[in-house]
């Protein structure tokens, strides 16, 4: 992590969960982080963790929101000149039949998982190409995004918005190379992790007794310190999480 120590990571969905595990262990290894949500009393509890106001630096802003994410760019780029590590994080998850779900559910969960990403992916890389900078964009999706026959419980449109940000990834590495840059780009694909965003789906299994293996949220972070530490020729560009035993396989 040498070569990171000092530069400047954003990750969005930083206020809790995987986001929150990622901003810690980031700063644990000397990078300055700039977390976005939309709960800013959250975000600055993370800061209160994590101890480092000089390395943690909190900005509310509002993923399905494009004057937002501009905002935190443009204020990255008066503080920091721009950015190294992009971490989409953000998204949302319902449960349910997405047949039973209204039009506006299609819409936020869209914008949250899929068009946030590729919005913050666009302005990152052109930010790192404008410096002439090496940079690393790694995106958190889900094996939901490549599994899909084998998540026995309705997720909506979940899985689809995963599986639309593991092409992105692959889009952004054709481009990357097509533009010559210095850009690596990676996509977490985790099995089912235990965060506030699964605990109804945890409990809902746990009720039907069936056994529920899950990943903690620090493990998807020490994956996102694995592929930042690989050799500068070497590119990771998909990693697949499960919980060890785990019979079967569930989404993040």
């Known amino acids: ?6 530069k400047v990571a954003m990750v969005t969905g930083a206020s809790s969960g995987i986001g929150a595990e990622i ?3 980031l700063v644990k290894n000397g990078v300055n982080v700039v977390g976005v949500a939309r709960n800013m009393e959250r975000l600055e509890k993370i800061g209160e963790e994590i101890g480092r ?3 943690f630096f909190p900005v509310k802003c509002d993923v399905t929101r494009e004057e937002d994410i501009l905002n935190v760019f443009q204020w990255i780029e008066k503080k920091f000149k721009g950015i190294d590590i992009l971490v989409n994080n953000a998204a ?3 449960t349910g039949f997405f047949i039973d779900q209204k039009t506006e559910d299609y819409r936020n969960i869209l914008d949250t998982n899929l068009l946030a990403p590729a919005i913050f992916s666009r302005e990152a890389v052109l930010s790192m190409k404008k410096r002439d900078a090496q940079g690393h964009i790694i995106n958190i999706s889900s094996i939901a995004g490549s599994h899909f026959d084998a998540i026995f419980v ?5 899985g689809t918005t995963k599986s639309g940000m593991q092409g992105l990834s692959s889009e952004l590495r054709h481009e ?6 210095n850009i690596k780009v990676t996509s977490i694909n985790p099995g089912l992790v235990t965060t506030n965003m699964t605990n109804d789906l945890i409990k809902e299994r746990a009720k039907q007794n069936i056994c529920t293996y899950s990943l903690e949220a620090i493990d998807i972070a020490e994956a996102v310190i694995y592929v930042l530490e690989t050799p500068e020729r070497v590119e990771v560009p998909q990693i697949t999480l499960i919980p060890h035993k785990s019979p079967f396989i569930l989404s993040k």
């Open 154 to 158: 309705p997720i909506g449109l979940y």
């Open 176 to 181: 990357i190379i097509q533009n010559k840059l």
């Open 92 to 94: 949302i998850f319902h």
């Open 23 to 25: 901003a810690k262990i």
């Open 1 to 6: 992590m040498n070569r990171w120590r000092g």
């Open 53 to 55: 106001n000089d390395k």
